[in-house]
Every structure is written in structure tokens, then in C-alpha cells.
């Protein structure tokens, strides 16, 4: 599986190669947290990603005894959730997509059953709302349509087979056609909503979400960052790797602020290492912090909050433990003002369904923002594409 600087598939789980070992942080909780979990049964949680699909296993004393990764295999659809829900038009190709991730979660089931008594087990599963759709067997296409509404977000069930049983997972409720159940899910573990002070939670996957709230005030939006976080042009550079890379280049004077990479790697890329950095990948990572940035600077504005109201910035995603800020911010991925401010949350999807397990739910009723339909989106996108210049 190693590919690149990291696996082939990154779920926050720490187990890098390396000199460094981290902890596992699939899940984590402090001592204080584990106390509090009441959980009667183990469960099974499930994050399907656009990208990547991860499972965990969880006791009752809130440990996580398995986990199972594996890649989406409904990629050969499409990178991204626009080519998903245009594939998923065709009711063949629908019913394939469904039918390859209810397998791949049966084969994450299997493997858990090999050494565990999952007889009692429950399973909750968070995802993208495009994600959900197709698990469920629904056709996608009002995702992709104005005015992009979504009629089933709410808590949903699927029924699928695994080593010649019948198993129910349920799937946590989303807030809209961009915005699914693994910010719900995100929320919930983060605890934005039950903060005096304003949290910022940013989702760094393919389909970029972000929540920004407190005990009185919740808004939620997305903004379609595409594969470039989870390795894009460049298979196997993943997330954190290629943000840091970026920021070398930028330091190191390989490529100017408008992204184009100095003669003579302009036409056939440059190596950092042994990795190899190719212009369509600068490119990809260029657009996608691109909308991170821009969905971050919307979301503010609407909910009248300023850099120096929130507290904390929470970057959550599959690799969001290893993302450096200084880095992330020296790419223009996040404003400059927010950098001392961030902390990793790893996998955030797959913690906040633990919650969800416990009868956590959201107190606060969201406010949705569809960038789609913002009409500074567009200008502010395209002034913050290019990359912050150094001296």
C-alpha cells in the first residue's frame, strides 16, 4: 500500500511509516470523554468518502479494537461528486455504485467478525450526501440541478448481507445536497455547538464542508475542492504531504505565485525527494485551497463573525492530523489570521458517529449557505487563486 510519502489510503490513523510514530487517531478520546461514552452494545462505524471509504470498530468502553480502509470503489465513476451523480443518472450504473460500497463495507464486516463478536454490534454509517444517495440506491440527480435541493437527508437504514447474514446500518441525517451526514457527524465531535466562543470546522476532503457555530449559532456550506487533498493528478501524495510540498516550492522559489513551475520543470515537473511534483497537480491543489479559502471567507461573512471572533479551527479529514498550518496557511489554504488558531481532528466523520451512537444530537438548528448561489463566490474565488508571494 505505500505509495508516495504515506499509504496509498489516508484515514488519520497515525500508523505512518517513518521515524516518527504517532498515536492512533482514528479515534481518540481523553480518559474524561471514555468515562462519559454509554454504550451498551459495540459498535460499527462507517465513513464513506468520495475518495476513501473507513471503518472502525468500536468496544463499549469507547476503544477502538479494528478498522478496515479501503478506496472508493465507485472512483472509476468519477473523481468527485458531480461525475458521480452524472453516472448515477443511468440506472445501471446506479445500482453498480450501490452495489460496489455495500460490499465493500460487507468485506470490513467480515473482517471485524473474524475476531470479534459482532453479534450485538450496531452500525452507523456518515458520508457526503451524494455518498448517501448512492448507498441507498437513489438516483442523484437533484444534487446536481437548481436548485440543488435535497429531499432525503433526514436519518435514514440500509439493509445489505455480509457472510450470509443480514445486517441495518444507520445512516446519521445531513443538511443538504452538499452538506451530509459527516459534517453532522463532524459537529458532534468537535462539540461546535456547545462552545461559548465560535469554532471553525473545516472538512478538507474531495468535497470540501464547512461548519462554523457555537451554542447559538450553527452555519454550514461546501465548496467542491475535488481530489487534489486526497491525491489528484499525483496518485499516492496525499492531503498533508502535498500541501507541504506546495509550500516548498513556494519558499524555495521552484514556481511563482500564480502557480506555474519554473523553467526547467515546467514541462516535466519537478522531484522533491522521491516524490514527483507535476504542474497539473500544483494545479489541482491550486484550485481546490482555492475554494477552501473562499468558502471560508462567505461563511464569516454571513454569519457576521470576524477572523479574531473564532476561537478555534478545527481541520478535519482524512489527513488532517498531519496538516502543518503554518503550511496550510502559506499556501493560501487557510487566511493567515486563523493559523495559530487551528488543531487537528482527524477523522472527524468517524468520531462524531460515536457520538451519534450514544443519542448525541445537534441542539442547534443550522443555517445552509449554498455558494452556488452567492454572487461574490465567484470573484473571490479568482482572487485568491494564486499563491501568496515570497521574497
Known amino acids: 500500500m505505500k505509495k508516495g510519502t504515506r499509504c496509498t489510503i489516508c484515514t488519520g490513523c497515525g500508523r505512518c511509516f517513518g521515524d516518527v510514530k504517532r498515536e492512533t487517531r482514528i479515534l481518540s478520546f481523553s480518559d474524561t470523554e471514555k468515562d462519559n461514552l454509554q454504550l451498551s452494545f459495540p ?67 467480515k473482517q471485524f467478525a473474524r475476531s470479534h463478536d459482532i453479534s450485538d454490534a450496531k452500525i452507523f454509517i456518515s458520508a457526503n450526501t451524494t455518498m448517501t444517495y448512492l448507498l441507498r440506491g437513489l438516483a442523484p440527480a437533484e444534487l446536481g440541478t437548481a436548485p440543488f435541493k435535497a429531499e432525503h437527508i433526514g436519518e435514514d437504514s440500509v439493509l445489505f448481507s455480509a457472510g450470509g447474514k443480514e445486517y441495518e446500518a444507520r445512516i446519521l441525517p445531513g ?11 463532524g459537529i458532534l465531535a468537535t462539540g461546535i455547538c456547545s462552545s461559548d466562543k465560535y469554532k471553525l470546522l473545516c472538512d478538507l476532503g474531495t468535497n470540501g464542508e464547512i461548519a462554523l457555530g457555537n451554542k447559538d449559532h450553527l452555519y454550514v456550506t461546501a465548496t467542491a475542492a475535488g481530489p487534489a487533498f486526497e491525491g489528484g493528478p499525483c496518485k499516492g501524495i496525499w492531503g498533508a504531504d502535498m500541501i507541504s510540498l506546495t509550500s516548498r516550492l513556494l519558499k524555495g522559489g521552484y514556481m511563482d505565485s500564480t502557480g506555474l513551475l519554473k523553467d526547467p520543470y515546467f514541462d516535466e515537473g519537478i522531484d522533491i525527494g522521491s516524490v514527483h511534483i507535476t504542474q497539473d497537480s ?19 461573512k454571513k454569519a457576521s463573525v470576524s477572523f ?64 452556488a448561489e452567492d454572487p461574490t463566490f465567484n470573484d473571490l474565488y479568482m482572487n485568491v487563486l494564486n499563491f501568496p508571494k515570497f521574497l
Open 43 to 109: 459498535v460499527i462505524l462507517v465513513d464513506i468518502g468520495t475518495t476513501t471509504i473507513a471503518m472502525v470498530m468500536v468496544d463499549t468502553d469507547g476503544s477502538a479494537i479494528d478498522s478496515y480502509a479501503v478506496l472508493n470503489p465507485q472512483g472509476k465513476y468519477g473523481a468527485d461528486v458531480i461525475s458521480r451523480i452524472a453516472a448515477g443518472a443511468d440506472a445501471e450504473k446506479l445500482k453498480a455504485m450501490q452495489a460496489l460500497v455495500l460490499e465493500e463495507i460487507g468485506k470490513g464486516i
Open 175 to 185: 443538511f443538504s445536497a452538499f452538506v451530509g451526514s459527516d459534517i453532522y457527524a
Open 282 to 300: 500544483v494545479r489541482a491543489m491550486q484550485l481546490a485551497k482555492g475554494a477552501i479559502y473562499a468558502g471560508i471567507n462567505i461563511i464569516c
Open 308 to 371: 479574531e471572533d473564532i476561537d478555534e479551527v478545527i481541520l478535519a479529514g482524512g489527513f488532517g492530523y498531519f496538516l502543518k498550518p503554518s503550511d496550510a496557511s502559506s499556501i493560501g489554504l487557510i487566511p493567515g489570521q486563523l493559523s495559530g488558531k487551528c488543531t487537528s481532528g482527524g477523522n472527524t466523520s468517524l468520531t462524531g458517529a460515536l457520538h451519534y451512537a450514544t443519542g448525541e444530537r445537534i441542539p442547534v438548528k443550522p443555517t445552509v449557505i449554498n455558494l
